[in-house]
């Protein structure tokens, strides 16, 4: 089971900080995780989400006894236990996290976040100017202090940016390429998948590197992507030109000292995407989740200056982190390092990093 941890309101700018009520749009695979990790935090308190219609989504809510709020246009409840409006939960809330579908978040901003004054923080799918600042906690926490809109990027550009950025502070960076091989579709989804093919992305760059920018800013990236069948993770394969030369056994090391990337090696035998998965089941996460990314070790290579490696992302969970520390970091915590450190503990994050990479 997940932990709740006390965390002092030193931190916080101003008088004595009592808890951040918190309100949730959008109940789909981001915004059901995002609820059961605020459930989560000693300094939040979960107001409610918005319910559009009657769904297994909703009744699951239900059953853990979340308030349910009703979307403007809303659809037939069948009976749903509900506790207000939408405008209530607004109005009840300091913050809201928008985890609607693109663009959907924008258009709620423009109509309910800005005109009601309230802070807002959205997902990956928006265009980086529906906020103030593109967020990863661990690369530009300082940068989202006391925001009003903060724009979590989405799991692949979350997964470049915690790698990249472990690299460029030990190496230093002259040039990123990498390629996106995407997930066809999430697990539920059944309306884009199976799919028999392999899909290239036609534009190049891939948004992916571009989106890594809003986050560090002078990252000289250069991205493709292509979805393939399956359902469970996207991977990158990527190849960095340090400035200076890295060593296979010193870069592994780093990987292992950053926070939310996991190693893994052959040994283990995990060695698929497959196998990850199985092995969050068995390491108890909620949801199966496994929000680090994951770096295999024999897939770290070096060439001269030329680092590759290759990373999975758990296109389900890694934002999750993200958006509870972006709340924080919108509400004026201000010390980054306890923020990340509360929210690791809370969501297992870290724990038993080594447990699936050999000792010899």
């Given at each position: 089971?997940?932990?709740?941890?006390?965390?002092?309101?030193?931190?916080?700018?101003?008088?004595?900080?009592?808890?951040?009520?918190?309100?949730?749009?959008?109940?789909?695979?981001?915004?059901?995780?995002?609820?059961?990790?605020?459930?989560?935090?000693?300094?939040?308190?979960?107001?409610?989400?918005?319910?559009?219609?009657?769904?297994?989504?909703?009744?699951?809510?239900?059953?853990?006894?979340?308030?349910?709020?009703?979307?403007?246009?809303?659809?037939?409840?069948?009976?749903?236990?509900?506790?207000?409006?939408?405008?209530?939960?607004?109005?009840?809330?300091?913050?809201?996290?928008?985890?609607?579908?693109?663009?959907?978040?924008?258009?709620?901003?423009?109509?309910?976040?800005?005109?009601?004054?309230?802070?807002?923080?959205?997902?990956?799918?928006?265009?980086?100017?529906?906020?103030?600042?593109?967020?990863?906690?661990?690369?530009?926490?300082?940068?989202?202090?006391?925001?009003?809109?903060?724009?979590?990027?989405?799991?692949?550009?979350?997964?470049?940016?915690?790698?990249?950025n472990a690299i460029k502070s030990k190496y230093g960076i002259d040039a990123v390429?990498?390629?996106?091989?995407?997930?066809?579709?999430?697990?539920?989804?059944?309306?884009?998948?199976?799919?028999?093919?392999?899909?290239?992305?036609?534009?190049?760059?891939?948004?992916?590197?571009?989106?890594?920018?809003?986050?560090?800013?002078?990252?000289?990236?250069?991205?493709?992507?292509?979805?393939?069948?399956?359902?469970?993770?996207?991977?990158?394969?990527?190849?960095?030109?340090?400035?200076?030369?890295?060593?296979?056994?010193?870069?592994?090391?780093?990987?292992?000292?950053?926070?939310?990337?996991?190693?893994?090696?052959?040994?283990?035998?995990?060695?698929?995407?497959?196998?990850?998965?199985?092995?969050?089941?068995?390491?108890?996460?909620?949801?199966?989740?496994?929000?680090?990314?994951?770096?295999?070790?024999?897939?770290?290579?070096?060439?001269?200056?030329?680092?590759?490696?290759?990373?999975?992302?758990?296109?389900?969970?890694?934002?999750?982190?993200?958006?509870?520390?972006?709340?924080?970091?919108?509400?004026?915590?201000?010390?980054?390092?306890?923020?990340?450190?509360?929210?690791?503990?809370?969501?297992?994050?870290?724990?038993?990093?080594?447990?699936?990479?050999?000792?010899?």
């Open positions: 089971m997940w932990k709740v941890l006390n965390i002092s309101d030193k931190n916080y700018k101003g008088e004595k900080m009592s808890k951040i009520k918190v309100g949730i749009v959008g109940y789909g695979t981001i915004g059901k995780r995002v609820a059961d990790a605020v459930l989560l935090q000693d300094d939040m308190e979960l107001v409610g989400v918005t319910v559009r219609s009657y769904n297994y989504r909703m009744i699951s809510a239900e059953a853990k006894k979340i308030p349910m709020y009703t979307w403007p246009e809303a659809k037939e409840l069948n009976g749903l236990k509900i506790t207000g409006t939408f405008e209530e939960l607004l109005k009840q809330s300091d913050i809201i996290v928008d985890c609607s579908p693109k663009p959907k978040g924008v258009e709620n901003k423009e109509k309910y976040y800005v005109p009601n004054k309230k802070k807002a923080i959205f997902q990956g799918g928006e265009k980086p100017d529906v906020a103030e600042v593109s967020f990863t906690a661990q690369c530009n926490y300082d940068e989202a202090l006391n925001k009003d809109y903060i724009r979590v990027v989405s799991c692949n550009t979350t997964g470049l940016c915690r790698t990249l390429h990498a390629t996106m091989i995407r997930r066809g579709a999430d697990p539920w989804d059944i309306r884009h998948g199976p799919i028999n093919a392999i899909v290239p992305v036609l534009e190049l760059p891939s948004h992916h590197g571009p989106d890594v920018k809003t986050v560090l800013k002078d990252m000289p990236i250069f991205t493709t992507a292509l979805s393939v069948s399956s359902t469970l993770m996207h991977m990158h394969t990527v190849t960095v030109d340090c400035k200076e030369t890295p060593d296979v056994d010193e870069v592994l090391k780093l990987f292992e000292n950053t926070t939310r990337i996991r190693v893994v090696d052959n040994a283990s035998m995990v060695r698929s995407t497959a196998e990850i998965m199985e092995y969050a089941k068995d390491l108890g996460r909620n949801r199966s989740d496994m929000p680090e990314i994951v770096i295999w070790k024999e897939a770290v290579g070096v060439t001269g200056n030329k680092l590759l490696y290759m990373q999975a992302i758990h296109q389900e969970s890694d934002v999750i982190c993200e958006n509870i520390d972006a709340i924080r970091a919108a509400m004026g915590f201000e010390d980054a390092k306890a923020s990340i450190e509360k929210t690791n503990k809370t969501l297992q994050i870290d724990e038993c990093k080594n447990c699936a990479k050999s000792v010899f």
